[in-house]
């Protein structure tokens, strides 16, 4: 199904090239397969020819390129507004937040990858249909909820259970840090705001 393009390539490894474009942008096996609506076997194929090049990487939470340059393609989904922000407790470890949400599906919302966008790491995740819906961004300070301007209430729903996660997410990480000498420390409150 796909078309040979020069150096023995295909048409689909093009469009693995072209979805993995950006900085630091790691996309998983299933997200990939979904944003690109290919079938297992000749991805899998794809990305093997890509890996044997040089041309792609397997990293940690999926495939990325190799010193890739600016940010474009398919992901993160824009334009996009955030719906929500969670700020995050001093001293809270950004991996850690990350590592509790990545990888995972939450509702209808499927994992797709992540993307680095300057101090901001987005993890992006796709409705059942596969397109991009909804992506999370997590710096230093605090976790957003991001929401395409065209979302449809479906995908707006599903950015709010998102929210519900991610502070289920935090909650844990924000007690774990309440007290910098180490002591057990009162429970804090995170603090959450939602715009309309």
Known sequence: MTEPTGGGGSHLDDRVLAALEGVDRRLAFNGLRRLLGAHPESLSRSLHRLERTGQVVRADGGYRVPGAGRLSGPVPPTPARAIARI??????????????????????????????????????????????????????????????ESATDAAGSAAYDLLRHAVDAVRPLARATGDPNGRSAEPRSLRVSVEN
């Open 87 to 148: 700020e995050l407790p001093a001293g809270t470890p950004r991996a850690a937040v990350v590592d509790r949400l990545a990888g995972r599906w939450f509702g209808s919302l499927r994992w797709l990858g992540s993307v680095a966008d300057g101090s901001e790491l987005r993890l992006v995740w796709a409705g059942r249909d596969g397109a991009p819906a909804v992506s999370l961004g997590v710096d230093r300070s605090a976790v957003r909820v991001y929401l395409p």
